[in-house]
């Protein structure tokens, strides 16, 4: 019976459950499934996992060659458990034989909803009136409505694409830049194609949602963030190298923007004496997007089919390096 090992989650009272669910639903394919959580991260302990089993699922920490020199060869498929890939050596993978997966689309939902979320507590300037409740001080801190802004779009992927369907009932004006995205797609959603500097000038809202890369590190950069209005907000659920985090305190620090809300950093966990902490117009969360049990689920499901078809031998989308056959032979 084809095994397969998953990484994700910690011993939580949510994750036992999901991955009990997740342990039927394998079984009920004709698969062995095993939870192996790791917290910390252990290179060996993960590799005598994959040593007995033909798939694993895998969270964001680093799986290079350090890992692969490791293996038996059992392992033929690593299934990324959400969307960013930027921490596995996908050329080492496929020297080794080895197919890299992601769950496309499977957290969505989550990550578009937390980006409106993030948004509206920005836009609201939610965490400074916190803290005034916390405080005793009664403020009055007046901010402004989402209702009938501009809101830009930075990559219309298929999470860019359900925070606009979110935003329908609020009047906003979307703008999006997206260099990959079909015109014929952004007439029927009625989304204005514009250029990523035009987009930072006349939005009240941003919202990224696009891959990291070398192409998109610190592409929201201080020239970039100058472009903003005094009154807008940037939001990150993305990647955090997406944004330049001292470009962005910079701005934050010297009221040039309105504010920022991330959910995800350049380096995670975020450190204690990141200057971020102490501004008041900025909204942190610890890289929680697509954490609802809802999108959970349909990241180990979705996870658990691409293992399916890999061991029916069928061709999926999800694979990223179609290459590791030439090692497979």
Same mark, same amino acid.
């Given at each position: 019976?084809?095994?397969?090992?998953?990484?994700?989650?910690?011993?939580?009272? *949510?994750?036992?459950?999901?991955?009990?669910?997740?342990?039927?639903?394998?079984?009920?394919?004709?698969?062995?499934?095993?939870?192996?959580?790791?917290?910390?991260?252990?290179?060996?302990?993960?590799?005598?996992?994959?040593?007995?089993?033909?798939?694993?699922?895998?969270?964001?920490?680093?799986?290079?060659?350090? *890992?692969?020199?490791?293996?038996?060869?059992?392992? !033929?498929?690593?299934?990324?458990? !959400?969307?960013?890939?930027?921490?596995?050596?996908?050329?080492?993978?496929?020297?080794?034989?080895?197919?890299?997966?992601?769950?496309?689309?499977?957290?969505?939902?989550?990550?578009?909803?937390?980006?409106?979320?993030?948004?509206?507590?920005?836009?609201?300037?939610?965490?400074?009136?916190?803290?005034?409740?916390?405080?005793?001080?009664?403020?009055?801190?007046?901010?402004?409505?989402?209702?009938?802004?501009?809101?830009?779009?930075?990559?219309?992927?298929?999470? !860019?694409?359900?925070?606009?369907?979110?935003?329908?009932?609020?009047?906003?004006?979307?703008?999006?830049?997206?260099?990959?995205?079909?015109?014929?797609?952004?007439?029927?959603?009625?989304?204005?194609?514009?250029?990523?500097?035009?987009?930072?000038?006349?939005?009240? *809202?941003?919202?990224?949602?696009?891959?990291?890369?070398?192409?998109?590190?610190?592409?929201?950069?201080?020239?970039?963030?100058?472009?903003?209005?005094?009154?807008?907000?940037?939001?990150?659920?993305?990647?955090?190298?997406?944004?330049?985090?001292?470009?962005?305190?910079?701005?934050?620090?010297?009221?040039?923007? !309105?504010?920022?809300?991330?959910?995800?950093?350049?380096?995670?966990?975020?450190?204690?004496?990141?200057?971020?902490?102490?501004?008041?117009?900025?909204?942190?969360?610890?890289? *929680?997007?697509?954490?609802?049990?809802?999108?959970?689920?349909?990241?180990?499901?979705?996870?658990?089919?691409?293992?399916?078809?890999?061991?029916?031998?069928?061709?999926?989308?999800?694979?990223?390096?179609?290459?590791?056959?030439?090692?497979?032979?």
């Amino acid at each position: 019976m084809k095994r397969i090992v998953s990484f994700f989650g910690d011993m939580s009272d *949510v994750f036992v459950e999901l991955n009990e669910r997740a342990n039927r639903y394998a079984e009920g394919l004709g698969y062995e499934y095993k939870w192996a959580p790791q917290m910390p991260y252990d290179r060996k302990k993960v590799a005598d996992c994959l040593n007995e089993a033909d798939a694993g699922i895998i969270d964001v920490e680093p799986y290079d060659d350090d *890992v692969f020199s490791q293996l038996n060869g059992r392992t !033929g498929l690593l299934v990324r458990f !959400g969307v960013g890939y930027d921490k596995v050596d996908l050329p080492a993978a496929s020297r080794r034989g080895i197919a890299v997966a992601r769950t496309t689309g499977a957290n969505t939902l989550g990550v578009a909803e937390m980006a409106v979320t993030l948004m509206l507590a920005a836009r609201r300037k939610l965490k400074i009136n916190q803290k005034c409740v916390d405080a005793g001080v009664w403020e009055k801190n007046v901010a402004h409505e989402t209702i009938g802004s501009t809101v830009g779009i930075v990559g219309f992927g298929a999470i !860019g694409q359900k925070v606009a369907e979110l935003l329908e009932g609020f009047g906003c004006r979307i703008v999006s830049y997206d260099p990959f995205a079909k015109e014929e797609l952004m007439r029927r959603k009625e989304i204005e194609l514009v250029s990523l500097e035009e987009l930072f000038k006349i939005s009240d *809202v941003i919202t990224l949602h696009v891959p990291y890369s070398r192409e998109t590190h610190h592409l929201a950069d201080y020239k970039l963030l100058s472009r903003m209005k005094e009154t807008s907000v940037i939001i990150n659920t993305s990647r955090g190298n997406i944004i330049d985090e001292q470009a962005l305190y910079d701005v934050l620090a010297a009221g040039r923007i !309105g504010g920022a809300a991330l959910d995800v950093y350049a380096s995670e966990p975020l450190p204690l004496d990141s200057p971020l902490l102490g501004l008041d117009n900025i909204i942190l969360t610890p890289h *929680v997007s697509s954490q609802t049990v809802e999108s959970l689920w349909s990241i180990y499901k979705m996870a658990i089919d691409i293992a399916a078809d890999f061991f029916a031998g069928k061709d999926s989308p999800h694979i990223l390096n179609p290459d590791y056959k030439t090692a497979r032979g």
